[in-house]
């Protein structure tokens, strides 16, 4: 009989210990992912990088235009979107664009300024991808104030 109590009393004990430390494990494991993935951000930037440049000049946004240089900054940012919880990175950086022979956007005077935008980053399946979104005219920081109602900001953090 005495062995049923024991049993009893451990489930009970181990039942306390899953409610009272199921939230801060789960904290800690998403606090360990978020750094795993920004080191793996570090890690494979030139790849992610390029990756970005081919995406988005496979959308064949904007219309008319063609992605001539794009340059990275140093810095980035990351945020977290709030419904979906996958983290995302944003990286500054500015975009040259040559019109499409042919195109509307041929001869217009504007098409050779430099652009400021955010290149978007994703993690998805333990790593780094791009669809060749890019955010104009917002830096990473105002690109996640912009959308702070989508994003939610990490700490910064840079290497």
């Avoid at 009393?9 to 789960?26: E, K």
């Avoid at 001539?68 to 919880?85: I, M, Y």
């Avoid at 019109?99 to 993690?123: C, K, T, W």
Wanted: charged fraction near 20%; hydrophobic fraction near 50%.
């Amino acid at each position: 009989m005495l062995w049923l109590w024991l049993t009893l009393g451990v489930i009970v004990a181990l039942a306390v210990v899953v409610a009272f430390g199921w939230r801060p494990l789960r904290r800690l494991g998403g606090a360990i992912q978020v750094e795993r993935a920004r080191e793996l951000f570090f890690l494979e930037r030139e790849r992610i990088q390029s990756g970005f440049i081919a995406a988005a000049a496979a959308t064949g946004k904007p219309r008319g235009l063609r992605w001539q240089d794009c340059s990275f900054d140093e810095d980035v940012e990351f945020a977290r979107d709030r419904q979906s919880q996958q983290l995302i990175a944003l990286v500054a950086v500015t975009i040259q664009f040559e019109a499409v022979a042919g195109s509307d956007m041929e001869g217009l005077p504007a098409v050779g300024n430099l652009r400021n935008a955010s290149a978007v980053f994703f993690f998805d399946g333990g790593r780094w991808q791009t669809a060749g979104k890019a955010v104009f005219n917002l830096n990473p920081d105002e690109a996640i104030e912009q959308f702070a109602a989508q994003y939610e900001a990490l700490a910064s953090h840079h290497p």
